[in-house]
Each structure stands twice: as structure tokens, then as C-alpha cells.
């Protein structure tokens, strides 16, 4: 093996992990909505969590990014500690599919089938089509699987790149006696490791391992105890991803590298004992790629059947291990989350609709107040309004470090519309500290409606409630039809306004009401006319971003111009309902 073989290696290894990494990033992002539906199916329960973490593992093709993934997690306390365990033990299994594939390079017969399986034969045609798709194709949908496509070509070909490299190896008597020292099972358990810490892959370590089993070398006892140390190797992700994290989410990398290090100790001594007990010849059989597929599959199904029963036990050596402290700070949306977009997204989601319902309490709390006033209810009302701004900060910057990831077409639409709304539900929540006000005003100076002022405030304010209701609803289940409803009632509030102003000059030129009550119910008037438009902004964003040629304006100018007959009917039928 002379200077060039070892050039060659290196390049081998480089193509690998690129491809793998291609790879990786667009299933995550074809994933993107099916991946947010898995983990909304995510419970305390091992066995779901189990078949949740090998689904996972099987899109994003990465044990590890699924480990930092959770990490972020829990890190954001969106994740109890004991709901990773199953999550943890699954990708560990999810994460032997790369291996399978990679088997195939160590194909060989003279069948046209099985020869078209290997790489070689159709690698190539992948990677055309892959082209293909990136240069030509219009939806991003299209283009993820052009990028996946392409991904997996140069995977294949960083393999062949490898195992060529390494061929003059088998032939080389130096490399036999160094291989000699692997037959000790500790120091086979130990090269995983580091292998697997070095390059912070699993899957990348074993497709190095088949690439030197196809030169004939590598026996079954050499190869076990490697693939043993790996699983312990790629725990190395998970301990750097815990740095800077709260004390429960370290105790996600505590699980993992226990899970491993318990498993693999377990394993070792079965190994051991049946060494012992009977003769094993396959032992000193050389392995191929597939054997190694065989051997990583059946060690992480073991070790997972043996350890699922102890979860519990588990998340109590993590418990212990990493001692809790008398404040527990967690992060409002980890930045670890950004390395899974489209989970990220999803959180993002979450935090959004949290918001909304938190601008929602305080504008109904605060119109509450202007009937029955609490100075405990008026105070939660400013409570709310400072909890709305800490979302718009925290969730405004990170959807701003988030929209700068690579993501799919309906990520990317649905960032947009988050940017979009938590702008309105914070002026939301501004204007229920004002209606507050008003409502603290009325009563330290003992302002009392007429009753015909009453009515009027009363109706308007249900048809507020109404709209609010309505527009969140539209938001958090992205319902077109509610989010229509949205815009006509949008409009019968500014006529009530217009209509409450107008009646109270008439009584007050009657003499029934004073000027101090007109300021106050001008006041409410004008800040239910903005909760309204605002209502409409975040409707108008729900239906701008689910139609991809929608244009705001000329909708807004059609509605108002009566063209629209759905609208026509909604708008007669809030009138009336909301009549003076």
C-alpha cells in the first residue's frame, strides 16, 4: 500500500461522510411534516418510544443527531427524561439500516439481478437522476429528493473508494501480524471507540470496517468486539451536545452512553462465556460486509431486548449520576434543535400557538375586567402581556437563526407566517393591558355606563371574543375555513365601533351620558378596532402561506369591495348577529 492507496483512503472517507451527510439532510427535510407527526406520538411508554427512535434513525439516517436532538429536547423542557430512553434504544437499531446498504458493495455473483443490487452497476444512474432533479426540478419536495439521491451515489462511491484503497492490504504480511493483536477482544472493543469518537459516526466507522473486511482479513472475532466499541464511540456526540445544558439534559447523554457501556458489558461476557463453553469456528471465518450487517443488527437488537425492561432503572442511574439542583433553568428552545430543521419547526410551531393562547387569556381577562374588575385578575392581565413579549423576542430570534437552515418549501412558508403572527399576538396582548386600564379607570372613578352603553359594550365584546377564538383556532390548526370567518367579522367590529362612537354623541347631546364616559368608551372602542385588525393579519397569514400565489392585498380588496360571496353571506350574518 504505497502513498497514493492512502490519498485514495482519505478521499474514500471524505465522499463517505459527505455523502452520508447529503444524504442525511434531505430526508430530514422530505420528512419534515411526518417527522413532527411521529414525535406529537411520542409518550412515557419504552415500547412506542422504542419503534419512534428506529423510525427516526431510519429518515435522518443518524443515531446521533436523534441523541442531540433530544438533548435540545429536554434541554427546552418540551421532553420528560424518561421518554428518551425508548428513543435512545430504538436509534441504536435504526441506525444498523446504513449498514445494510452499505453490504451491498460486498455483492458478487454472475447473476444479472444481483449484479445490477451492487453500487457499482447502479450508482451511477442514481446519481444522473439526482442531476437531474436538483438542475431542473421546480418544488423543493423534488429537489430533497434529488439532494437524497445524490447523497447516496457518493456514499457508495466514497465506499468503493475505500475498498479499493485498501486491497493492497490484504496482501500485505505487515498488515496480517498487525491484525493478529485484534484477536484480544478489549483492545477490538477499544479501536471501535476510538474510530467511532474520531470521526463521531457509527455508521461512517462501520462502513470503514466492511470496506477492510472485503480484503479477506478481518475475521468474525475481530470484528465483534469492534462493532461492540463503536455503539460506545458514537456516545462521544452526546457528551459534547450536553455541554452548557440543564442537569436533566445531560442525564439524556448519561442514559445513552450507560445504555451502551451496560449492553456492551453484558454482551462481552455472553461472548465469553459461550467461548468458553463451546468451540466457536466461525470465530476465525473471515467476514464481509454483510456479516458485519448481520453482527451490528443482532448486537443492537440484544441489547435493546435485554435493557428495555430497565428504563426505570436507567433513568436512575442518570439521576444519580448527575445530581439535581435547587434551580432548574431550561432553555425556551434549544439551539441543538436547529441541527433537525424540521424539528425545529415543529417546536417552533408549538411555542407560537402557546402565545397565542397567552394573548388570548389576556384580552379576554382584560374584557372581563370591564364588567366585574379584579385588581388579582388586572394584574395577571400585565402578567400575560410580559410573557407575550418574552415569546416575541426569544421566538422572533431564534425563527430568524432557524430560517437560515436548509428547509423544504413548507418550513420555509410555515417560518414565514410564525414571523408574521407573533408580531400581532403581542399587540394583542398590549391592548388588553389598555382595556385593563380602562376597565381600572371606570372603577377608581366610578364611571357606570348607561344601559344602553352597556349593551353596546356588551355586544362588541362578544363579537371580540368570537374573533379571537376564531383566529387562534384558524392558527393552531391551520383551518382555512376559520380563517375566512375571520375577515367578515373583522369588518362588522369596525362598523360596531364606528356605530357605539356614533350613539354615544347622540346621547350625550340628549343629555343621558357625560364626556368622561365617552372617553372611556372611545378608548375600548379603538383598541377592540385594533384587536380586530390584528386578528385579521394573523387569518390573513394562514391563508397567504397554504396558497403559494396569494396575494394579501387583492384579497383584502376584493372582500371589502363585496365580491366575494362567501363573504357577502358571513358578513350579513355577523351583522346580524352583532346588531346594535
Excluded at 447516496?152 to 475505500?162: Q, T
Excluded at 449520576?321 to 433537525?340: C, G, M, P, W, Y
Excluded at 403572527?421 to 348607561?450: N, P, T, W
Aim: net charge negative; glycine share 8%.
Amino acid at each position: 500500500m504505497d502513498i497514493f492507496s492512502l490519498i485514495s483512503l482519505f478521499g474514500g472517507l471524505a465522499l463517505f461522510l459527505y455523502g452520508m451527510s447529503l444524504m442525511s439532510v434531505g430526508l430530514e427535510r422530505l420528512a419534515g411534516g411526518k417527522l413532527e407527526g411521529i414525535l406529537k406520538k411520542m409518550t412515557s411508554n419504552p415500547v412506542k418510544s422504542l419503534f419512534l427512535g428506529i423510525g427516526i434513525t431510519a429518515v435522518i439516517q443518524s443515531s446521533s443527531a436523534v441523541t442531540v436532538m433530544l438533548v435540545g429536547l429536554v434541554n427546552s423542557g418540551i421532553m420528560e427524561l424518561s421518554a428518551t430512553v425508548g428513543v435512545i434504544m430504538g436509534s441504536n437499531i435504526g441506525t444498523t439500516i446504513t449498514a445494510w446498504i452499505l453490504s451491498l458493495v460486498g455483492l458478487e455473483s454472475d447473476n444479472l439481478l444481483i449484479k445490477l443490487l451492487k453500487p457499482q452497476s447502479f450508482s451511477p444512474i442514481v446519481a444522473f437522476i439526482g442531476v437531474i432533479l436538483m438542475m431542473r426540478a421546480k418544488t423543493s419536495r423534488k429537489k430533497d429528493i434529488g439532494s437524497i439521491l445524490i447523497g447516496f451515489a457518493i456514499l457508495m462511491y466514497g465506499m468503493n473508494f475505500m475498498s479499493d484503497a485498501v486491497s493492497p492490504l490484504a496482501d500485505m504480511p505487515a498488515f496480517t501480524s498487525l491484525l493478529t493483536a485484534f484477536t484480544n477482544p478489549f483492545l477490538g472493543i477499544m479501536t471501535g471507540i476510538l474510530l467511532t469518537a474520531v470521526i463521531q459516526s457509527s455508521s461512517a466507522s462501520v462502513g470503514i470496517l466492511q470496506a477492510l473486511s472485503l480484503t479477506g482479513s478481518i475475521s468474525y472475532g475481530m470484528a465483534i468486539p469492534i462493532i461492540m466499541g463503536q455503539n460506545i464511540g458514537t456516545c462521544v456526540t452526546a457528551l459534547i451536545s450536553s455541554i452548557g445544558v440543564s442537569r436533566n439534559a445531560k442525564r439524556v447523554a448519561v442514559i445513552h452512553i450507560s445504555f451502551n457501556i451496560i449492553g456492551t458489558a453484558i454482551c462481552m461476557l455472553l461472548y465469553f462465556i459461550l467461548h468458553y463453553l463451546a468451540d466457536l469456528p466461525f470465530l476465525e471465518e473471515a467476514i464481509g460486509p454483510a456479516g458485519i450487517a448481520v453482527a451490528h443488527s443482532i448486537f443492537n437488537i440484544t441489547t435493546t431486548l435485554l435493557l428495555l425492561p430497565f428504563t426505570k432503572f436507567l433513568v436512575r442511574i442518570a439521576e444519580r449520576s448527575i445530581k439535581e439542583e435547587a434551580v432548574q433553568e431550561v432553555a425556551f428552545l434549544d439551539e441543538r434543535l436547529l441541527n433537525t430543521p424540521s424539528i425545529a419547526v415543529q417546536e417552533c410551531g408549538q411555542m407560537t400557538m402557546e402565545m397565542g393562547h397567552v394573548a388570548q387569556k389576556a384580552i379576554l381577562s382584560a374584557m372581563e375586567l370591564l364588567f366585574q374588575y379584579d385588581e388579582k385578575k388586572a394584574e395577571g392581565v400585565k402578567a400575560l402581556e410580559k410573557d407575550a413579549d418574552m415569546y416575541e423576542d426569544r421566538l422572533g430570534s431564534y425563527l430568524v437563526k432557524l430560517s437560515g437552515c436548509e428547509l423544504s418549501d413548507a418550513d420555509s412558508n410555515t417560518i414565514s407566517k410564525m414571523l408574521h403572527v407573533i408580531g400581532d399576538f403581542e399587540r394583542i396582548s398590549d391592548h388588553a393591558v389598555q382595556v385593563m386600564e380602562a376597565a381600572k379607570e371606570m372603577k377608581e372613578k366610578k364611571i357606570v355606563l348607561s344601559d344602553s352603553g352597556k349593551h353596546e359594550l356588551e355586544t362588541a365584546t362578544a363579537a371580540i371574543g368570537e374573533m379571537i377564538g376564531i383566529s387562534t383556532t384558524a392558527f393552531d390548526k391551520n383551518d382555512m375555513d376559520a380563517a375566512c370567518r375571520v375577515e367578515p367579522l373583522e369588518e362588522v367590529v369596525g362598523d360596531l365601533a364606528e356605530q357605539v362612537k356614533q350613539n354615544h354623541i347622540a346621547r350625550l347631546q340628549a343629555g343621558v351620558c357625560t364626556i368622561q364616559q365617552g372617553f372611556v368608551l372611545s378608548d375600548i372602542m379603538t383598541n377592540y378596532a385594533r384587536v380586530s385588525a390584528h386578528c385579521s393579519n394573523i387569518a390573513v397569514a394562514v391563508i397567504e402561506t397554504s396558497h403559494a400565489s396569494f396575494g394579501a392585498h387583492q384579497y383584502l380588496g376584493k372582500l371589502k369591495t363585496m365580491e366575494d360571496p362567501v363573504f357577502k353571506e358571513l358578513f350579513k350574518a355577523y351583522r346580524e348577529k352583532y346588531a346594535l
